[in-house]
């Protein structure tokens, strides 16, 4: 069964950085799109990033230009940059993989003002 592990969340002031990473496990990872989703409190769950098998990215206008997602293949890992972070990125970050429509558990980034 696929089982996704993501890492890398925590607390940072504004502007500064954070790297997620997510581990991909039980499935055939190159084939598959992957993306980062977050939820705040209060407030639906919203895609972040998207990277598709051949590496095309995608990213919602509120990220463009400060985030980045990336994947390495050789280690069924993708991973999310994040810089010039703001407090409204604070969230619970969550690593999706489709299909089948699998999702990690979720790491928690706080950004202090």
Known sequence: QVQLVESGGGLVQAGGSLRLSCAASGTIFWLKTMA?????PGKQREMVATITSGGST???????????????????????????????????????LAPPNSWGQGTQVTVSS
């Open 58 to 96: 995608n990213c919602a206008d509120s990220v463009k230009g400060r985030f980045a997602i990336s994947r390495d293949n050789a280690r069924n890992t993708v991973y999310l940059q994040m810089s010039s972070l703001k407090p409204e990125d604070t969230a619970v970050y969550y690593c999706h």
């Open 36 to 40: 980062w989703y977050r939820e705040a």
